[in-house]
């Protein structure tokens, strides 16, 4: 409260003239998954055969996309990939990638 952090289980109420308005129990900050990583990072080593990758999110029906090459840097919108996803990888040239084959064009992949 007032700029500093709360325990786990403190219980916040708001108040508006005398009115609670609000209830809310403060409860700990999820962790990263071991699995998440930068999407650079994680399709580094397809070099230069990778062209882009694509994934889509079914509940709010929204593609996300990696472009490796600088004019997308700032407008690429998949920025962390979760292993066990599901997603379009485009290559130039077939390449093998965390022990999966990958063939020139686009491939349907499930992420190691």
């Known amino acids: 409260m007032d700029g500093s952090l709360v325990p786990e ?5 708001a108040w508006v003239d005398g009115i609670e308005v609000g209830t809310a129990s403060v409860v700990a900050r999820p962790g990263v998954p071991s ?3 930068r999407a650079g990072e994680y ?3 397809l070099g230069a055969s990778l062209k882009r990758v694509w994934s889509y999110d079914t509940p709010i029906q929204f ?8 004019a997308f840097a700032a407008t690429s919108t998949l920025s962390e990939v979760l292993s066990g996803g599901i997603v379009w990888i485009e290559v ?4 093998d990638f965390k022990g999966l084959s990958l063939y020139q064009g686009w491939n349907l992949v499930p992420l190691p």
């Open 35 to 37: 699995s998440l990583s």
């Open 9 to 13: 289980g403190t219980i916040v109420t």
């Open 63 to 70: 593609w996300y996309f990696y472009d490796p090459r600088a």
């Open 92 to 95: 130039s040239e077939n390449a």
């Open 43 to 45: 399709f580094g080593p």
